[in-house]
């Protein structure tokens, strides 16, 4: 049988054919009686067409089954599921036929001569996380573990938006610079970019007398002292000292124009000294290599997390109040001799907030012990550096105290108040991209405390109260500074170990 003798339409095979070839013989060979059937498409004749006269002539094949294709064929697709597969006569091989059999197993089959057996298939089972696809397997939902923030990630509502942190870029680079200009000035006044004479710097950078001269923070440049104005004539070394008989007046030693020169035996000259920013300059400054080093690494890596978290403007009143306040409570409690640097200072005050921080979301932590542990030998570590001869301790007691109360004046509430208060505002300085919620405080100050619960109000109150606290304790200490001058005995032990005279550097004996 021809390869064009597959079908014949709608009309029955004529009754001179003689019996169909099998399906498999090759469609070149052939047949020795062929009659051409019409396309299936072309159906019966039409009443008032004329009767066909010879042999119809051949018509192209449109559709039928391809000779490649077999029974074992999967096809995971049927047009129509429950038509059999057979091959028992060419008028079986329709195109309707022509499929696989995909029959539900149970199903009522017809008998097929030309096949050994059927296969049947099984009702698949209606499960809700299966798909259509025959290769799909089911999907399986991992169990959440409790609380996603891990060891040394923020975890404050907000901490996951990615700020440009300007304020620590910023500062990084002044930094950076004054401590060039530091090494380069110390170069041209001793002819060492350190000092290396009359003694040796550990921290590997310039004299304490050049630090003193560019704004280190110096009690006696700031205010009169019993131990200098009310005593004998004290003398100085100079910023260009190589030697310890290099000496020169007060006002030489502290730059900036000059300070009135101390008239001894006269505790209540006047003018005092009055160099009052040097309780801001000292900030931006450092005593060597090291000290610089490890600040700035500090810096470049906790402090720039938490700018992008809590945003520019409250990460620079942190950074800037807790170093002020540092050095205000070094001056009041320090030996007056020691000079003071550093950014150390400022960035207890963002230790702090990484302790506000690890409080705030304590329920999201997945180990908060372990976090707050870390957070504490962190601490300790650092404040027994502190009691080291050279370094302010004060400025990290005060830095510190100074991040926590100020933590909690600028930063939102913890996130389980803000969930019970449902308060799904970020931590962006800028509210965007939210439709609901109060409208800023600057654009309407009626109605930004319009329709606020009660558990705001209350964490308000304590905001309002850790605001308070810390503006009382500056002003005090700043009086304390300027008009009381009150000593503490045995505030210097929390700055030194009492080893090798190490309490008494710095200390002013009158004479």
């Known amino acids: 049988m021809a390869s064009n003798e597959y079908f014949y339409g709608n009309r029955p095979p004529p009754t001179h054919s003689p019996s169909p070839a099998p399906y498999y013989h090759t469609p070149y060979e052939p047949s020795p009686q062929s009659t051409p059937a019409p396309s299936y498409h072309s159906g019966y004749p039409s009443s008032h067409s004329p009767a066909p006269t010879g042999p119809p002539p051949p018509q192209k094949l449109t559709t039928g089954p391809s000779p490649f294709d077999t029974v074992f064929d999967d096809n995971a697709y049927p047009m129509n599921s429950r038509q059999q597969y057979t091959a028992a006569s060419p008028s079986d091989m329709s195109p309707q036929n022509a499929y696989p059999d995909t029959s539900y197993h149970g199903s009522r089959r017809e008998s097929r001569p030309n096949v050994a057996e059927d296969i049947p298939l099984q009702d698949r089972s209606k499960d809700p996380e299966q798909t259509d696809h025959i290769y799909d397997a089911p999907t399986r939902r991992r169990k959440s573990k409790k609380g996603k923030v891990r060891l040394g990630e923020l975890g404050m509502m907000g901490s996951d938006k990615k700020r440009i942190p300007w304020v620590v870029y910023i500062f990084t680079a002044v930094q950076v610079g004054v401590f060039i200009g530091e090494v380069v000035r110390n170069g041209i006044l001793t002819g060492s970019p350190i000092m290396i004479r009359p003694q040796f710097n ?63 035996n006269n505790y209540e000259q006047t003018p005092e000294p009055n160099q009052w920013f040097r309780f801001i300059l000292p900030i931006f400054m450092h005593a060597g290599l090291i000290h610089i080093g490890f600040n700035m690494l500090l810096q470049m890596t906790l402090a720039k997390e938490m700018e992008m978290a809590i945003g520019s403007i409250r990460f620079f009143v942190v950074y800037v109040s807790a170093g002020i306040f540092g050095f205000v409570m070094g001056g009041n409690f320090a030996a007056p001799g020691i000079a003071s640097t550093g950014a150390s200072g400022s960035l207890f005050g963002i230790i702090a907030l990484t302790l506000l921080d690890l409080l705030y979301s304590w329920k999201d ?100 109260a850790a605001l308070v606290l810390i503006v009382v304790v500056f002003s005090l200490l700043l009086h304390n500074f300027y008009v009381t001058r009150s000593t503490c005995s045995w505030c210097k032990y929390l700055s030194c170990i009492d080893v090798n005279d190490w309490c008494d550097l710095g200390t002013l004996r009158p004479t």
């Open 202 to 264: 550990p921290m590997i950078g310039p004299s304490t007398q050049v630090l003193i001269n560019m704004g280190a923070r110096y009690v006696p440049c700031m205010r009169n002292l019993p131990e200098i104005q009310g005593s004998d004539p004290i003398n100085f070394l100079c910023p260009n000292a190589t030697r310890m008989t290099d000496s020169c007046d007060l006002s030489t030693l502290c730059g900036f124009g000059g300070v009135p020169n101390p008239q001894f």
């Open 365 to 464: 932590r997945r180990n908060p012990v372990k976090d707050l542990l870390f957070i504490i030998v962190d601490v300790v570590i650092a404040f027994v550096l502190g009691l080291l001869p050279g370094l302010d301790n004060f400025s990290h007691i005060g830095g510190f105290l100074t991040g926590l109360t100020v933590g909690i004046c600028v930063l939102h509430s913890p996130n389980a108040l803000r969930r019970r208060m449902d308060a799904s505002l970020s931590y962006s300085a800028v509210q965007s991209g939210f439709d609901h919620g109060p409208p800023p405080f600057l654009k309407n100050p009626v109605g930004f405390f319009q329709g606020r619960k009660t558990l705001w109000w209350v964490w308000w109150l304590v905001r309002a």
